[in-house]
């Protein structure tokens, strides 16, 4: 391949600079092959600015490279002052000068900083700065070497930005994420999982994994994971399983694992998604014991109203016969039939037992109108909200909206808990039944203050309504719209609410449907409590 002329001039430069020996014409001649091959190499590396400086800072040697990544050509810039690439503040601060004073007093400086191309534009480069001396020690100039880093350090950049994305993505997944080899060792442990199981990451990186698992699936877990590597057959991996995990006290939990697959320059990683459980399975015994405790109420509450209908009904009969029975007695009070005798006495003991019943059927109706309740201080925004919860099961399948304006702050009222939660419920389901038909569903759900020292809830649908002569006897025992209604649920709603000392009743809705509202007492201010 033919030397350029640029290689000559290079050759030439370090020829004009080898020493002489006892021979000048062989050395010159061997300066002269040795300059051009070096010349020739140094142009070759074109990835790099390599070019000499004079002991004063003035360009001497210029190569293909940094022709090509400053911008000058070699005719441009030899003889002048290499300060020309620095920035203007570098310049003005005097950087030139002191970055040559230093390689001279070091022997040689490496950094990276910024440098100009002739267009005028920066780059950011790495730099370094050798100090060349004689065999007599005296200073003969410096040899540079730049690389331009820009593209290089935004690519870095570009990485760390995505690892500190993606590492912050992680800690913020609820579920927990662990990372680990094909023999089950682990290799990252997210935020998640460490409040999760307890333990600090440094803890677990580097140990198997079934360190976190109880003991029986532990034993278990490498024979999955050797027969997997052989035979491919999965036991967990590429499945949403049900298992068990185990804290870092011992104590064991349910958790939901997904297991995912990867090869990264060969490795096999897998990557476990671990969600616990045990906040959902305590939410659905709660919801199953609160169903189970509503059954109940209702059940308790459906049998009071109707003992207390039927204590109503029959007690006014039973006063009639116990008249009748005194009256006839009367009648028959002088005579002196012997018969007649034994009749009264008959009278006497039917009129008797017939006051008893009645004595029994009122204080039946006492009992179950003032019976035992538990009245306790409740939060309002807590007790609606697990009211909605069992209430509103269907509802969304059912494509019913929930509008719930319910005040969240926490206001007390002196309740029973179970008592209005059933009411709730009662009226949640009944709209849901009341919109079944209609092209709008939307089921509102409100509090309101009342009176002094009572809170309104409203309970709303958008249904086809009620007619008013129906509205009238709505909360009657009995009384039902519905076509397979025992019409005892807005009774029982009734009872309890006035057994509260709140009052029940139902309004028309301008935009069709009908509204259900009922009051209930706030709780007492504790002491302590003061009005701002």
Known sequence: MPLRSQSYRTARMIASQSPHGTDPQAVARGDAMLAEELGLLIDGATTYAIYMLDPHGRVTIWNRGAERIKGWAEAEIIGRDFAIFYPADDIAAGKPAADLARAHCDGRIEEESWRVRKDGSEFLAHVTITALHDDAGALRGFGKVIRDITHEKAAEAAIVRREHHLRSILNTVPDA??????NGI?????????LVFGYAASEVIGQNVAMLMPQTEARDHDAHLRKYRHTGERHVIGNVRLERAMRKGGETFPIELAVGEASIAGERIFTGFIRDLTN???????????????????????????????AHEINQPLTAIANYLEATRAMIEDSDDPLLGDI?????????????????VRRLRAFVDGGDTGFRDERLDLLIEEATSLGLLGAHEAGIAVVNTASRSPVMVRVDRIQIQQVLVNLIRNAIHAMAASRVRTLSIAT???????????????????????????????ATTKEDGMGLGLSICRTIVEAHGGRIWAEGVTNGGTAFHFTVPLAAPQEGDTDD
């Open 177 to 182: 994420m662990i990372v680990m080899n094909e």
């Open 448 to 478: 309101a203050p009342e009176r002094e020292g009572w809170i309104q809830i409203t309970v709303a649908d958008t249904g086809s309504g009620i007619d008013r002569d129906v509205r009238a006897r709505l909360f009657e025992a009995f």
């Open 280 to 310: 959902r399975h305590a939410t659905e015994r709660r919801v199953q014991e609160l169903q189970s405790e509503l059954v109940h109420v209702s059940r308790v509450s459906a049998m009071g109203t109707m003992a207390s209908t039927l």
């Open 186 to 194: 682990v290799a990252s442990f997210s935020a998640a999982a460490e």
């Open 344 to 360: 009264a006495e008959a009278l006497d003991l039917a009129a008797a037992q017939s006051l008893r019943a009645g004595t029994i």
